[in-house]
């Protein structure tokens, strides 16, 4: 319930030891509840809106006692809030203007405070800000330039775009539309190698692109749908079906099994995310692969049924690892199954 700093009711991460309700973490819970209960679902995102900074940057972590702006969270809002959207329009059409000044304030925040002089390219100065924490990509440390950061905002001045024309803003709505499409290029020109996206370093005023590990981050890009060129999306298809790689009988692991780096309980060096999954189905859905989506989130929910919802799972035996009861688990769980079911009746 609304107390202290939480100004609405909100859902905690878990009541044993992750009592805490992070920035991003929260917009999977909202998308699970925005059809059944979608005032509790708005009050997800309006406990974080109150107290977004005035740079557009919400806080890492809110819970009734403290508020945390040490680090951040990456900018899924646009692409979780337009899929709220889809699912309960009549519920958004007085909420649009506050949707548009949370989502602009909080995509400027990247272009203006995550930029370098005379560099546009937003950066992840820590591993938790990207959600993945220790993630490979960030083994020798940041700022990282890296394209699940950059997917995730062209979706979100996408977005924009969308409401600024619904809002009669015509400015913003050939601005933002431009911004994505300056993005993407960018995204295809600079961060496509041939055979998947890549994450740089900075260093020295030197961009050094990260060769360590084979982390699943890299194939964020795939929820940008059919904004990606085919050759693209299909090579990086190929990549997930690949034996043996990310694949496994419970869904998509985090770091390559083939990696030297793959730890079964290296948090995000291995082990399979609710987060990660809903992403990857929803992304796959959308590019078409409609039946690899379905059986990912077949996996999935076998997943949860064997290792209960727990923070995270190991990706060869569907164990449960670290906090056992955890929130987002649960709603990805709902949101997947709810999907499954309408698409196989």
Not at 167 to 190: G, M, P
Not at 216 to 232: A, D, T
Not at 237 to 243: F, G, R, T, Y
Request: hydrophobic fraction near 35%; include cysteine.
């Amino acid at each position: 319930y609304s107390e202290g700093i939480l100004t609405h009711d909100a859902v905690y991460m878990s009541k044993n030891w992750m009592t805490n309700i992070w920035s991003w973490d929260n917009c999977f819970v909202a998308m699970s509840l925005i059809e059944n209960h979608p005032e509790l679902a708005w009050a997800q995102l309006e406990a974080f809106y109150s107290v977004q900074d005035e740079s557009g940057l919400f806080p890492d972590y809110i819970n009734d006692r403290y508020i945390s702006f040490s680090c951040c969270k990456p900018p899924v809002h646009g692409w979780a809030v337009k899929y709220m959207y889809e699912k309960n329009p009549d519920f958004f059409k007085d909420k649009l203007e506050m949707i548009y000044n949370m989502l602009s304030g909080w995509t400027n925040f990247w272009l203006t405070y995550r930029t370098h002089k005379n560099d546009p390219i937003p950066k992840y100065y820590h591993g938790n800000d990207s959600g993945w924490d220790n993630s490979t990509v960030f083994h020798d440390g940041g700022p990282l330039e890296s394209p699940d950061l950059i997917s995730f905002l062209i979706l979100q001045m996408n977005y924009l775009s969308e409401l600024a024309k619904e809002l009669s803003l015509n400015d913003k709505t050939e601005f933002w539309k431009n911004k994505s499409n300056e993005f993407l290029k960018i995204l295809i020109n600079e961060f496509w190698n041939g055979e998947k996206f890549i994450s740089k370093k900075i260093e020295n005023n030197k961009k050094i692109p990260v060769t360590k590990g084979d982390s699943l981050i890299s194939y964020i890009p795939l929820i940008l749908g059919k904004l990606l060129p085919e050759n693209i999306s299909d090579k990086m298809i190929s990549a997930l079906k690949e034996d043996g790689r990310f694949l496994t009988d419970y869904g998509l692991a985090t770091e390559s099994l083939k990696s030297p780096f793959y730890n079964s309980d290296g948090y995000w060096r291995g082990p399979i995310w609710a987060p990660v999954m809903m992403l990857m189905t929803d992304a796959l859905y959308r590019t078409g692969e409609i039946e690899f989506s379905k059986e990912l989130s077949a996996r999935y929910l076998n997943l949860v049924h064997t290792g209960g919802l727990a923070e995270n799972f190991d990706a060869k035996t569907g164990k449960g690892l670290r906090d056992k009861g955890f929130a987002w688990t649960s709603a990805v769980f709902l949101i997947l199954n709810n999907s499954f079911e309408r698409t196989n009746e």
